[in-house]
C-alpha cells in the first residue's frame, strides 16, 4: 500500500516557470489537501478537496491552482512562479469521517530562483 | 481563518523529564482536534484524533487531553526519551460547511541526553 505520493521530490524553477505538483493517494480517501511549510510557520492550507470535482481555497491559494478529476489525484498547479513560492508542499488525504487522521506525503521541496 | 494557536513554540529538555503544551482553538467551531507528531525530514504522522469534550486518549508514554467548552488541549510526554524531540502539530477540523484541517505552528521538543 503506497499510501500519499507526491511527486517531484525537489524541483528548482525559474522566475515565471510553471509546474504541476503531483500527488495520488490508493486508500481511496474522499478528502484531500495542499499544504506548504515555510519555516517557523508550521503548515499552511493551500487548496482543499473533498471529492472528485470539488474544490476549494484555504488560507493562501492566490498563485496557485487545483483539479481533481479522480478521487486518487490532487494535482497542484503553478503559474508564473515566483520566489515567495518557495517552500515544502505536503500533500494529505483523509476519509470524510470525523474522527480520521490525515495521511501525509513526502513532500516536495521547491525552489524558484 | 481559523485561529489555531499553540504553545510554547519550543522547549528543551532533560531526558527522563515530564513534560506537555498547549493548543488553543476557537471552541464555536469545533468537530475534532487532530495531534500529529513531526520528526524532521520526514512527514507528520498522526497520534490522535479527538471528539468529544473531556475526551482523554494515550499512545505509550504520549497522552492528550480535551476541553472543547473552553477550547483547548494539552499533549503530555511522561518520562520523556531522546527519539521523542519532533515537532508536534495540532490541528482543528472544522467539519460541515468548511471540511477544512487547520493546523497551528507546532511545538519544537527536543530532549537533551
Redesign the interface.
Known amino acids: 500500500n503506497a499510501g500519499v505520493t507526491q511527486t517531484p521530490k525537489f524541483r528548482i524553477l525559474k522566475i515565471g516557470q510553471s509546474m504541476t505538483l503531483q500527488c495520488a493517494q490508493d486508500m481511496n480517501h474522499n478528502y484531500m489537501y495542499w499544504y506548504r511549510q515555510d519555516p517557523g510557520m508550521g503548515l499552511k492550507l493551500i487548496y482543499y478537496s473533498v471529492g472528485a470535482g470539488i474544490t476549494d481555497k484555504g488560507e493562501v491559494p492566490n498563485g496557485y491552482n487545483v483539479s481533481r478529476s479522480t478521487t486518487e489525484d490532487f494535482p497542484l498547479r503553478l503559474e508564473l512562479a515566483a520566489p515567495s513560492q518557495t517552500s515544502v508542499y505536503f500533500c494529505a488525504s483523509r476519509t470524510g469521517g470525523m474522527n480520521t487522521e490525515a495521511f501525509f506525503g513526502q513532500g516536495t521541496r521547491l525552489t524558484v530562483v | ?1 481559523l485561529n489555531v494557536e499553540q504553545s510554547p513554540q519550543s522547549l528543551h529538555v532533560q531526558e527522563g523529564d515530564s513534560t506537555n503544551f498547549t493548543c488553543s482553538f476557537p471552541s464555536s467551531n469545533f ?2 482536534l ?1 495531534w ?1 507528531r513531526w520528526e524532521t525530514a ?5 497520534l490522535f ?3 468529544l469534550n473531556g475526551d482523554e486518549k494515550k499512545k505509550g508514554r504520549i497522552s492528550a487531553t480535551l476541553n472543547t467548552k473552553e477550547g483547548y488541549s494539552y499533549l503530555y510526554i511522561k518520562g520523556s526519551q531522546p527519539e521523542d524531540s519532533a515537532t508536534y ?1 495540532c ?1 482543528l ?1 472544522s ?1 460541515a460547511g468548511s ?8 511545538t519544537k521538543l527536543s530532549v537533551i541526553p
Do not use: C, D, R, W
Request: no cysteine; charged share 10%; glycine share 12%.
Open positions: 481563518i468537530y475534532a487532530h500529529y520526514k512527514s507528520p504522522e498522526a484524533v479527538m471528539t502539530l490541528a477540523y467539519g471540511y477544512q484541517l487547520t493546523f497551528g505552528k507546532g
